[in-house]
Every structure is written in C-alpha cells, then in structure tokens.
C-alpha cells in the first residue's frame, strides 16, 4: 500500500469553479505537507507549505490539513485556464528533511 | 524564482553509454536532492546531500552515483545506461532550515534506446 494515495483525475472544471483536489495518507509521523504544481515539461513549483494540521490561505489558494482524519486538501477558487495543471501533494516527517512522498498527483483542465 | 538549472534538458543516448546530468543551483542552499519521475507516476528520490562531500542514497534503488564537490553543483552520472534507466530525472534544492521547501529544476527527459 501506497503512503501517500492521490487520485490521478484527470479533473476537468469551467473557469471559475471550485476545485478541491485531496490526498490521504498512512503514516502519523508527517508533520509536513505539501502542495505543488507541475506545468508540462517542467518541474514541480511549490504552492502551499503547512506544518501539522489547520488551514493556509494565499490568494485563491487554501491548504488543509486535517490529521486526525490523515487528509489534506487544496482548494482553488475561481479557477483560470492558467491552473491547468498536475498537482502534487507531498509530505515528509521530522528530521526527514527534504525526503518528501508524493503522490501520483492529479492533471486538472480549466476550460476557458 | 528559483535559480536551478538542469542540463541537458532531453537526452537521447544509446545503451552502454555514460552520461553525466548535471545541476547547478545560484541559492547557496546546502541540500540538494535527485528525484526520478516516471509518466504518471509518483516522484521518488534516489539521492540527496546534505553538503560538500556529503550524498546519500535515496529510498529508491539506483544505480547512478553522485557527487558533491562544491556547493552548487550536484552532478548525477549513469556508467552505463540502459533502457530501464529512461525516465524524467528532478533536481531539487533547499535551505539548510525549513528543508521541507524544495525548489525544482525543469529536469532532464533521459531515453535510452
């Protein structure tokens, strides 16, 4: 079994909707999570970076981490064309610095 | 903007060859880390360094090899590639503290044929 499981989508949305796109995870020890975005053909960009459980807000963009339950989400408002995207979720443990897991990630389309 | 660089960014090779791909990154950060991403797939790390002189292996089995000689670089090198090794290859920074921030490369598409 996965540590980290990531429904692969792919999403596809109108512009301006409500994406919530999730992960959930077995081991306890992470304390980190993680989202990032991956546009074709580059590398993963960091998004939103959580530590332990609650809410992180920037901008459309809003992390949850809900420990008790051992699931994260991001949700994006207003979603643009230029969201189109995989997102990835990633998490890691103390003193496991940089020794991310990350999911499959999910390819969400945004149409105009 | 993360300054991470990867070269080159598509290599096509035979197999047998050694190659070398390399990463550089102008952050002054002190880890650095190789990732392996196959389509649709999770990325998994194969090597990581804390410092100058200083790689370990990844939870992924690889048989490429690294080296840390200087802060910034962290070349990634295959004695003898072969098919099973074509795949996208992630390099990715952070700072000493706050480690969990990685910053990614655009990567390398290796394809051996």
């Known amino acids: 079994q996965k540590e980290v499981e990531q429904d692969p989508g792919p999403l596809s949305v109108p512009e301006g909707a409500i994406v919530s796109l999730n992960c959930t995870y077995s081991?306890?020890?992470?304390?980190?999570f993680m989202w990032y975005r991956q546009y074709s053909r580059k590398g993963p960009e960091l998004l939103m970076y959580?530590?332990?459980?609650g809410n992180k807000e920037d901008g459309r963009f809003t992390a949850q981490v809900d420990k008790s339950s051992k699931y994260i989400s991001l949700f994006i408002r207003d979603s643009q064309p230029s969201d189109s995207a995989t997102y990835l979720c990633?998490?890691?443990?103390?003193?496991?610095?940089?020794?991310?897991?990350f999911g499959q990630g999910t390819t969400l389309q945004v149409k105009p | 903007e993360a300054d991470i660089y990867q070269t080159p960014r598509y290599l096509v090779i035979g197999t047998g060859k050694k190659i070398t791909l390399e990463c550089s990154q102008t952050?002054?950060?002190?880890?650095m880390y190789w990732y392996q991403q196959d389509p649709g797939m999770e990325l998994h790390l194969i090597h990581y360094?804390?410092?100058?002189?200083?790689?370990e292996k990844g939870d992924l089995s690889s048989e490429s090899t690294v080296s840390r000689i200087r802060t910034e670089h962290f070349p990634l090198t295959l004695e003898s590639a072969r098919p099973s090794h074509t795949s996208q290859y992630l390099c990715?920074?952070?700072?000493?503290?706050?480690?969990?921030?990685?910053?990614f490369g655009s990567g390398t598409q290796l394809s051996v044929l």
């Open positions: 081991n306890s020890a992470f304390q980190y």
């Open positions: 952050m002054g950060h002190d880890k």
């Open positions: 360094s804390y410092g100058v002189n200083s790689t």
């Open positions: 959580t530590y332990s459980s």
């Open positions: 990715a920074s952070s700072e000493r503290t706050g480690g969990e921030k990685l910053f």
């Open positions: 990633a998490m890691s443990a103390v003193g496991n610095t940089g020794k991310l897991i």
